[in-house]
Structure formats: C-alpha cells, structure tokens
C-alpha cells in the first residue's frame, strides 16, 4: 500500500525528516544560528541538554561558569564584543533565579541573548515539583520575549523565534524554557530561520516629512551637538555616523555605552556626556540650539535634571523604539527607525557645514577640565600612589586607546561596575585570533586590560588605614 499518497504535504516533510531528541534538536537549532559559544552551569533539569552536548564538543564550545549569574554576564560580554548573540544554558529553580539580574541589564543594555533553562516535566507544572519556578511568569518583565515549551517537536520554532527576536530591531534578553520531558522525547527535525512575525515591526521606516524637519533644523543650526549612544554600535552604523558628520561639520559627544562608536581621537569628537562625563559637553550643552540624539535614550546618568539638559536646544530624536521617544525628554522631531538607515536619509539632505569654531569652544574646556581635574588624578605632586595614575601608567606602557576601535569598550550600563563583565573578552583574547577578533570585522590587537574595581576591597583597605582609594571613590560620587 502507498500510504504516501494518503498524507498531506506537511506530513510528508516530517516523515523525512530526521527524528532526534529535544536536546539534541535544541543544539541543532543552536548551530543553525551559527552558534559557536554558549555558557552555563548544569543541573537536574538540564541535564539531557549537557549529556547531549557531548556529541558536539567539536562543533560547540561551552564555557562552564561558576554560577549561573555569571553565565549571562559572560554572555552578554560575549554579544557586546562579537555582535553576536550571546547563548546561555542553565537549570530550572534557583538555577533559573539566579539569571534575573543578567536579564535586567541586558534588556537595559539592549544585549541580544537567549537563555535556556530546563524545567521540570509538564505533568509537574504547578505542583510546587522540587526547583520548579514560573520563570516565565517571573521574566516577564526583564525579557523582550519569554515562552515555555513542553513538546519536542516546538523546540526549533521556539529557538528560531528567539534568536530573531533578540537580535532584531532594539536588541534583548529572550527566555525559552524547555521541560525535561520535551528534552528526552523524541520528534522530526525540521529548521526553518524566521525573517518576520506578524504585529511585530523591529525597525520601522522613518517618516520622510520628519526626516525634511529635521534637515531644515540641522541646517539652520549654529552651536549643535550629536549625542552619539550605543544605538549606533548596535546598528552597525559608525560609518554613517562618520559621514553623517563629515557634511554636517557638527562636534559628537558620547554617553557611555556609546563610547568607541567614533574613534576618541576623531578631531568632533568632543568626549563623553554625563555624570562621569568630561567638562566641554556636561557644560555646552546649555549653550546649545540643536542636540541631535542617535541611538540614545536620555538616561538619568546623562542629563541629570532633564529640565535643565539643553535647555536652550531643539532636540532631534533618531531611536528604533517608539517607546524611548519623548520617554524622558521631549523630542521636537522624533524619527523612529534604524539609524543605519535613518542617518544616510539625513545626510543626503543637508548641506555641507564648518563648526571649527564652535567645537573649538570645546577643546578650550578639554584645557581647563586637563588642568584642574586630570593632571593632578595621573601626575599627582607626591604622596601615595593614586589609582588615576597608575591606570594611566598602565595605559601608556601598553599603548591602549580602548576608544579608538569598535567594540573596545565593555561595560554594564544599567547595573554599573560589573566586574564579571570584563573577563570574557579577556579570556578569549588568547594569542591565537580570537572570536571576537572576527565578529567585530576587524583584527584587535591581542593586548587586552580588564580594569575591575572592587569597591568592598576599598573600604577594607579604608579600614587598614589606607584611605586613598575609598575617598577618591566617594569624592566623584562613583556607583
């Protein structure tokens, strides 16, 4: 009997198809996204995962973390430096509790990473079963996308919506969590990439009359400023910012997370905004009548009272969510898309400029701020050594500018000095080029400084009689 004739098309595929566990088609799932690199911690419910990964050490590496907190930490070094997305796998419970905090800065951050974590069989769900939690109940709110998946055959679906969704668009943390029974079962694999999902708009295209408005506004301006934020890292988009302000002619200042998008030794760069920011831009802007905003939300680290940054400005707003603009600053001419794209439309429409004069107003507070802040932190006239200056030394000796390339500079925003957050990048800068030499599309120097701060080390040496480090800590109101 041909019983092919009596099935459907759909049910013809899957008889094709290879049949595999769950786990086995996670790590499928995984390799046709181009995964190389996942971290995790094991544990009950994840085992079927990690015995399967045994059969793929030669195809994926995993780097087994001390705690689950810190796989995604590792993780989103991982993305921050490559671009790639950053793949954590851990337990359920605790294990699963332990990576809320990771979640949180990277959907502040706007790091893409999918975190797996194994559950406890479906038939188990909602009975208080031994280290079950509603993780997905519990991430709502720390994630650009959760789901639970509790059969086999939902796994690749599951992981191609996920990776999609956390690297399109703004960028986040997305949760899938996988029962142990849809690990251990078994179902036709079949990987399809999504390109689209219906409702959901990454990138909308940005409205041609605002894009006129704002041409007009760059135009007429004569002391602007570009705030350049990690949006254009993001975006990929560093040599339409370059171009954008080679016709422009406008000063650039950075915020923090947007620091290496333009080459700290490019002559409109005019240094970084906010509380930890340099002198000229924190000053300036009161001075200013335009501030165009790429790729950067207006945090409360940047502006400190919103009604005093810029008060004399008109603001353009360039932002791939709709839900930043007008969030904390009113934005006169918002323009909502990517800025990859947005920044070329921009750029065809203004005329050529030269604000040497005005940016030189900048480099005369670059003077002052050197003078009365700098050179007494890193040529101090005696006494102990200050931390200043042997970070400079350090510097200097190893001929490290970490702002003059892409992706250089690592650091969690929304938490603030996470220390964990440096180690991946310096792990993987082995002498032998390293994944993040690759991803970034450019060949770092193998010379990489992970500068950590431990601010429980600088009272206790505050106790131990050595008061140097906590005061200067506390005297420029460091996190």
């Not at 030669?58 to 780097?63: K, M, S, T, V």
């Not at 904390?328 to 750029?347: Q, S, Y």
Request: net charge neutral; aromatic share 6%; proline share 6%.
């Amino acid at each position: 009997m041909n019983t092919s004739q009596t099935l459907r098309p759909e049910e013809r595929r899957a008889a094709s198809d290879p049949s595999m566990t769950g786990s086995k088609a996670l790590i499928e799932s995984f390799l046709q996204e181009g995964v190389e690199t996942v971290f995790g911690y094991p544990g009950g419910a994840i085992i079927p995962v990690y015995d399967a990964l045994y059969d793929y050490r030669d195809r994926l590496r995993h780097i087994l973390v001390r705690h689950e907190q810190g796989a995604v930490h590792a993780a989103q070094g991982y993305a921050r430096v490559s671009g790639r997305v950053g793949v954590c796998l851990v337990t359920s419970g605790p294990g699963a509790t332990n990576t809320v905090t990771g979640l949180a800065d990277a959907l502040m951050d706007s790091t893409p990473l999918v975190l797996v974590t194994g559950q406890v069989g479906s038939a188990l769900l909602g009975t208080d079963a031994f280290q079950e939690t509603n993780f997905v109940g519990i991430t709502q709110a720390v994630t650009k996308w959760n789901c639970q998946v509790k059969r086999t055959e939902d796994i690749p679906a599951a992981i191609a919506k996920a990776f999609y969704i956390a690297r399109s668009g703004r960028p986040g943390p997305v949760v899938v969590d996988i029962t142990k029974d849809a690990q251990c079962g078994t179902a036709p694999f079949r990987y399809e990439k999504i390109t689209s999902i219906r409702s959901y708009l990454p990138a909308p295209a940005p409205d041609a009359e605002r894009i006129a408005e704002a041409a007009r506004l760059i135009d007429q301006a004569r002391r602007p400023l570009v705030m350049v934020g990690q949006g254009v890292i993001l975006g990929n988009a560093e040599a339409e910012l370059r171009a954008f302000l080679d016709r422009s002619g406008m000063p650039a200042a950075s915020t923090l997370l947007g620091l290496s998008a333009l080459p700290s030794d490019d002559p409109r760069n005019v240094g970084m905004l906010g509380m930890h920011g340099n002198y000229g831009p924190n000053i300036k802007n009161k001075e200013c009548d335009l501030l165009v905003a790429v790729g950067m939300r207006f945090d409360d680290r940047v502006t400190g009272d919103p009604a005093a940054f810029g008060p004399n400005a008109r603001i353009i707003h360039l932002e791939i969510d709709p839900s930043e603009i007008d969030k904390i600053v009113h934005a006169d001419v918002p323009l909502v898309g990517d800025v990859k794209r947005t920044l070329p439309l921009l750029t065809e429409r203004i005329r050529p400029r030269d604000h040497s004069a005005w940016i030189e107003e900048f480099r005369a507070c670059d003077r002052i701020e050197y003078e009365r802040v700098v050179r007494r932190a890193i040529r101090p006239d005696g006494g102990r050594i200050r931390m200043g200056e042997a970070v400079d030394a350090v510097a200097r000796a190893a001929g490290l500018d970490i702002f003059a390339r892409l992706r250089r500079f690592v650091m969690a925003g929304f938490t603030g000095y996470l220390v964990v957050f440096s180690l991946p990048p310096v792990v993987e800068h082995d002498p032998s080029p390293g994944v993040f030499e690759q991803e970034a599309g450019r060949r770092f120097p193998n010379r990489v400084m992970s500068i950590a701060y431990d601010r429980h080390h600088g009272h206790q040496t505050a106790k131990n009689g050595d008061k140097d480090m906590t005061s200067w800590h506390d005297k420029h109101s460091l996190p």
